[in-house]
Structure formats: structure tokens, C-alpha cells
């Protein structure tokens, strides 16, 4: 039996598809078409050959970031799988969240620990560290982005069918059996892991312009701000989007024809008493324990110092409040474009092609995706929004309504699909419907509009280029600080959104802890 969400009300479902694009990839191919009609035209020449050199810098510098975070990841999942084998599902959950913690968070804590650290030195040695260049940004990026391979990791350990568990116990386990039989099981989350964190940190300039590094999407938007037309600007950084679309197509590919489960977290570590396993667990110690202290010490001590903590904190409440009032806004309206993505995506056939177009603004550069967003609402009928104090909420919910819609689908998938069609027969009508659904997953949705919100707090790339004048963000405000060196203004205001991220990550494992194995 099949049933029709928008049986009907066919007006609402036109008016529900406009949005869906509207909000979502209309920007991006807005400004795609508009680029390839002014190349056939003659009016846009774009040399290639240093941008491709750059390009290929970047490429190599974001490999050595991936390659350094899955180690970490690695060495940090078998600390916790080794040492707090107890405690395993819950601090997976946990690591996995850490995830929306801001990058600029990690890069001024590590500039605080270093500078101490320097200083330390130069008493006892009479030198000091460069903390700076490429080795600043791989091992920053390395940081920010180690809980999304130590979770990944961690939960795979914990999946690994418990028949090997017993099979290796019983034969007494050893480096073998490890090497040939559990590693080959973390391959996948490895992988996926180390994919994620290649798409997210070439797409990404904030980490890089600070260590003063230059990469392929900061010259993107150093190309704009020296007055390139968008449309140019956009044929520079296609080369980037070709990469970025062909991982997510293998990524996609990959996905769709692995056994890749977390079903049951509930595996046994039989090496845990071998000497060969306590090494590279000590080794995931040392790096949780920098991962944890660094931020958490090293902003804590940076503000108690600050006389003004509270005038800094009072004199940014413009800031933010705006970028609660965006973020808000983001989450709870990213709801609308991710339920319409849901119910397209379970009626398309072609599924891996209808998610690779949806997470077009989510895998693009932060550069083009707001130059996207500006070439679209930028227009006399338009105009007035992008004017407005809400535009970048809306290339909030561009650029993260993917995320909820991804969300929203697994909620949804792990409903048992008699129940969905007694539900379409029993309550009929769209909002019926869809209230009887909110009851069935309503902390899922909530754990989306949470996501979202932290993200969207944390966003810089996209709101730098659509805020309107006179309005400021507060990951803004302290990316200017940084580049300023501000120090003491900087600690203050990344203490203070240190303790709003971990505030929501409390409040979304409470609210998830109940789902680990789900």
C-alpha cells in the first residue's frame, strides 16, 4: 500500500518543491548558468595554470591534515576502546558531537598553548617554536576535526560482530589477529571519516588565513574582494567543486554498496589485557588529554586574566544576539527544505543522484557558496531580503538544511513502514499526518534544529560575505580579533562560545542517550 504525503493538496506541494530549491541548491545553479552564459559570450577569460598550482598545494596540505587526523582518530579510539571499555557507547556518542565545537576555538587555543610553551623555552633553552605555516594549519585542522574519526573509529570497534569478539578471545587474540581481522573492520569508518574531513577543510579558509597561509579558497575571495565579477570568480573556483563533486560521488558509491552498520555497539575487546594493544592506546591518551585541556585550560586562563571579562561579554551583545537570532532562525526553518528533502528522496528512484544534487551547497566552497547567494538575492526582485538583517539566515539554511534533511531520513527510515502507511490511512491530510509523525521522532527533530543551530553559530565563510552593513556576527567579530591580535578580547569571546557548544552538546546527549544502538 503507497500513500500520497501531499494527496490533495497539490497547490502546497508546488508551493513545497519552490522552496525546497529555492532555499537549497537554487544559488548554486543560479550562478552556474549565468557563468557559462557569459563564457559562450565572450566576457570572462580565466588562466588557469596558477590557479591550478594552488590548487594542488591545497590538495596536498588538506591530504596531510586527513592523513594526520586519521591517525589521531585512530590512536584515540583505541584509547577509550582499551582504557574505558565501559563507558565506550556513551563517549562515542559524545566524541561524535565535539564535531560542532568551531575550528577558531582550536586555533586560539593552540596559539595560547604555544605561546606559553615558547615562553617556557626561551627561559629554560633560549629558544622558542614556530608555531606558524603549514605545520600550524595541519595540525589545527588535525585537532578540529579529530572527533569526527575518533567517533567514527570508536563506534566501529564497538560493531564489530561478536562472534570474531569470542573467536579471538578464545584463541587468545595477539597483533595477528588484530592487524588481519579487526583492522580490515575499521577500514570504512576510516575512510568515510577521513573523506568527511578532506571536504570540510579544503572548503574552508578560516584556519589557513590565520596561520597566514594561502590556500585555494582564501584566493577565491581574495579575487572578489579586488573586484573579479562573481561570475569569474565562480569559473576560478570550478576546478575545486569538480574534486569536491567527484569524492562525494565515490563517497556515495562507496556507501551504497558497503555493509557499513552500527546496529549493535555491543563488542567485547579481547585484546585489552595485550601488550601490544597498551602502546597505541597510551599514544590516543596523550592526544585526548591535548584535545580536551588545551581549549578548556588555555581559554579559561586567558579570560580569568582579563580584567573586563564582563564589558568584553557586554560589549559584544549585539553580536550575540544577532547571531543567536540568525541561528535560530536557520534551525528552525532549515526544518521545512530537510522534510521536503526526505519525502523527495524516499519517492525518487534515482537516490544517490537526488542526494548528490541536495548536498551541492553543503559541499561547495564557503567563498562561492556566498557568492552564489549574493548573484541570486542580489537582484531588483530580491533585493529587499538581501538587504535585510535575514540574509544570512537564509544562506544558513543553504548551507546546512542538508545536514537536518540527513537527520530527518534516518529518523524516519528506522519507522517500520506499515506503521508510516496505518499513519497515511488512519490520518489523513498533510498537517495530521505530519503531526502523528512529529510524536514518533520528535527527538530526532530536535536533535536537527540543535545541530544546525551550533553550526550555524560557528559559520564564518558564508554570513563574512552576505551580512548586511552595520550588523556583525559574533565568529566575525572574533575572526577579526584574531587577525588583530587581540588576544585577551578573542579568549573571552571564545570562552563564551566554548561554554554556549557545550551547553548544546549536554542538552543533545541527553537527548540522544537513549538512541545509541538505534
Known amino acids: ?55 594542488f598545494k591545497s590538495v596536498l596540505l588538506n591530504l596531510g591534515a586527513m592523513v594526520l587526523t586519521i591517525l589521531f582518530g585512530l590512536l584515540s579510539a583505541i584509547c577509550v576502546w582499551v582504557f574505558l571499555e565501559k563507558y565506550a557507547v556513551k563517549i562515542a556518542l559524545g566524541i561524535l558531537m565535539l564535531i560542532l565545537l568551531p575550528p577558531f576555538i582550536h586555533t586560539q587555543s593552540w596559539i595560547f598553548f ?16 614556530n608555531f606558524n605555516g603549514i605545520f600550524a594549519v595541519i595540525l589545527t585542522i588535525a585537532f578540529s576535526y579529530l572527533p ?4 567514527l573509529c570508536l563506534i566501529a570497534l564497538l560493531s564489530i560482530p561478536s562472534e570474531l569478539s569470542d573467536m579471538c578471545r578464545i584463541d587468545g587474540g595477539g597483533k595477528t589477529a588484530f592487524l588481519k581481522i579487526y583492522l580490515p573492520f575499521l577500514y570504512p569508518a576510516l575512510c568515510i571519516g577521513g573523506l568527511l574531513v578532506f571536504l570540510l577543510s579544503i ?3 578560516g584556519i589557513p588565513s590565520v596561520f597566514g597561509i594561502n590556500v585555494f579558497v582564501l584566493e577565491l575571495y581574495s ?7 562573481i561570475y569569474s570568480v565562480f569559473l576560478a573556483g570550478f576546478p575545486l567543486f569538480l574534486l569536491c563533486a567527484t569524492i562525494m560521488a565515490l563517497f556515495g558509491f562507496y556507501i551504497s554498496r558497503s555493509n557499513f552498520s552500527f546496529s549493535t555497539m555491543k563488542c567485547i575487546n579481547p585484546f585489552k589485557k595485550e601488550k601490544f594493544i597498551k602502546t597505541p592506546a597510551v599514544f590516543g591518551l596523550v592526544i585526548l588529554v591535548f584535545f580536551a585541556i588545551v581549549p578548556l585550560f588555555n581559554l579559561t586562563y586567558e579570560a580569568v586574566r582579563v580584567k573586563g571579562a564582563i564589558a568584553v561579554l557586554a560589549n559584544s551583545v549585539n553580536e550575540i544576539s544577532y547571531s543567536a537570532f540568525i541561528s535560530i532562525l536557520a534551525a528552525v526553518f532549515s526544518f521545512i527544505p530537510a522534510l521536503l528533502f526526505t519525502y523527495s528522496f524516499y519517492k525518487s528512484k534515482a537516490r544517490i543522484l537526488f542526494l548528490g544534487v541536495a548536498a551541492l551547497p553543503f559541499i561547495i566552497s564557503s567563498p562561492i557558496a556566498g557568492l552564489s547567494l549574493i548573484k541570486m538575492w542580489n537582484t531588483p526582485l530580491l533585493s529587499f531580503v538581501y538587504r535585510s538583517p535575514i540574509m544570512p539566515a537564509i544562506a544558513l539554511i543553504s548551507r546546512f538544511a542538508f545536514v537536518e534533511a540527513v537527520i530527518l531520513t534516518v529518523a524516519i527510515s528506522r519507522l517500520d513502514k506499515a506503521l508510516i502507511e496505518n499513519m497515511a490511512l488512519h490520518y489523513p491530510g498533510l498537517f495530521r499526518f505530519f503531526k502523528c509523525m512529529a510524536q514518533l521522532i520528535w ?8 545541530i544546525v543551530f551550533a553550526l550555524s553559530m560557528g559559520e564564518f565563510g558564508v554570513t563574512l560575505l552576505v551580512t548586511p552593513p552595520g550588523y556583525q556576527t559574533l565568529t566575525i567579530k572574533i575572526y577579526n580579533y584574531l587577525h588583530y591580535g587581540a588576544s585577551e578580547i578573542v579568549a573571552v569571546l571564545c570562552l ?23
Open 148 to 151: 569526527i574519526t575518533a567517533g
Open 223 to 229: 579575487r572578489f574582494s579586488a573586484g573579479n565579477s
Open 443 to 450: 527527538k530526532e527533530c530536535l536533535a536537527g534544529i540543535l
Open 1 to 55: 500500500m503507497k500513500f500520497n504525503l501531499f494527496k490533495g493538496v497539490h497547490f502546497l506541494k508546488v508551493l513545497a518543491v519552490v522552496l525546497l530549491i529555492l532555499l537549497t541548491i537554487a544559488p548554486v545553479l543560479y550562478i552556474f548558468m549565468g557563468s557559462i552564459a557569459t563564457t559562450f559570450k565572450g566576457n570572462i577569460t580565466i588562466d588557469y595554470t596558477s590557479g591550478m598550482l594552488l590548487l
Open 496 to 518: 563564551f562560545m566554548l561554554v554556549v557548544m557545550l551547553l548544546i552538546l549536554l542538552l543533545l546527549f541527553l537527548l540522544l542517550k537513549g538512541e545509541k544502538n538505534e
Open 114 to 129: 604555544v605561546d606559553k610553551l615558547n615562553s617556557f623555552l626561551e627561559q629554560i633553552l633560549g629558544v622558542a617554536l
Open 203 to 205: 572548503n574552508d579558509y
